[in-house]
C-alpha cells in the first residue's frame, strides 16, 4: 500500500497542527509528502506531474486545516484541474478506480461543535462529503476522516498526541463498506 499525503496549508511555517503533522509524516518511510503551496507558490499546478503520482499511490489523503468547512483554495484548484475528465471519470477516466481517498483535517471549533446540535451543526463526516461524493465518483473508497479539533488551544503535549493519533490512523484505518457494492455483488 502506497500512502500519498497531499497537504494543503496555505501558510505552513505559521501552522502548529499541520506542520507538526507533515514533519513527522516526511520521516516515516513508505509515505510520500507532496506539499502543494509550496510546489506551486503560483497556483499553476502541472497536471501531468500531479495525475503521474496519483498512478503510483494506491491511496490518497488529502491534509488540511478546515477552512469556512472546506478545503483551502490550492486544493480545490488541484482537484477541479488534476481530477479531469477522460482520466478520472468519464471514457477511459479509470485511473483512480478501487484506490483509497480519505482526509485529515485540523478545525479550530471544538469536537462538541462537530456534533449534531453542536454550535458547528454538523459532524466533519458530513461538512466532508463533498470529498466522498468525489470519492464515489470516481469509484475509489472513501476512508473514515481523522480530526484534530480545537487546534487554536492545543498543547505541545495534545499535538504530539494528535500527530501519534494521525499516523495510528493511517496504519489502521479501512474504508467504509460501501452499500452500492453490496447490492450489486446480491
Ligand atoms: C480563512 C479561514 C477559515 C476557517 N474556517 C474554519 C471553519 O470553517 N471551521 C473551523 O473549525 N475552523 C476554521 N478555521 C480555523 C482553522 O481551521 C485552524 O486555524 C487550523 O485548522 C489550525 O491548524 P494549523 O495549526 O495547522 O494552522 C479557519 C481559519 C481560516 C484562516
Known amino acids: 500500500m502506497k500512502t500519498l ?11 502548529r497542527i499541520n506542520r507538526t503533522w507533515t514533519e513527522a509524516l516526511r520521516r ?33 489523503i488529502f491534509q488540511y486545516p478546515l477552512y469556512w468547512y472546506s478545503t483551502p ?3 480545490k484548484i488541484w482537484m477541479d484541474e488534476v481530477l479531469e475528465f477522460g ?20 478545525t479550530s471549533g471544538t469536537a462538541a461543535s462537530y456534533q449534531p446540535g453542536g454550535y ?7 461538512i466532508a ?3 466522498e461524493a ?11 476522516p481523522f480530526a484534530h479539533h ?3 488551544h492545543a498543547t505541545d503535549e495534545q499535538i504530539s498526541e494528535s500527530t501519534a493519533a494521525y499516523i495510528s490512523h493511517l496504519e489502521s484505518v479501512r474504508h467504509f463498506q460501501t452499500p452500492g457494492l453490496v447490492t450489486i455483488n446480491k
Open 150 to 152: 480545537d487546534a487554536n
Open 87 to 106: 482520466w478520472a471519470f468519464g471514457p477511459g477516466g479509470d485511473h483512480l478506480k478501487g484506490k483509497e481517498i480519505g482526509i485529515a483535517i485540523s
Open 134 to 144: 468525489l470519492a464515489n465518483y470516481v469509484s475509489a473508497r472513501y476512508l473514515p
Open 5 to 15: 499525503i497531499i497537504v494543503a496549508h496555505p501558510n505552513l511555517p505559521q501552522s
Open 28 to 60: 516515516l518511510p513508505n509515505l510520500t509528502v507532496h506539499v502543494l503551496y509550496e510546489e506551486y507558490p503560483d497556483h499553476r499546478i502541472d497536471v501531468a506531474r500531479e495525475q503521474a503520482l496519483l498512478d503510483g499511490h494506491d491511496r490518497i
Open 129 to 131: 462529503k463533498p470529498v
Open 73 to 75: 483554495p490550492l486544493l
Open 120 to 126: 458547528n451543526l454538523f459532524t466533519i463526516r458530513d
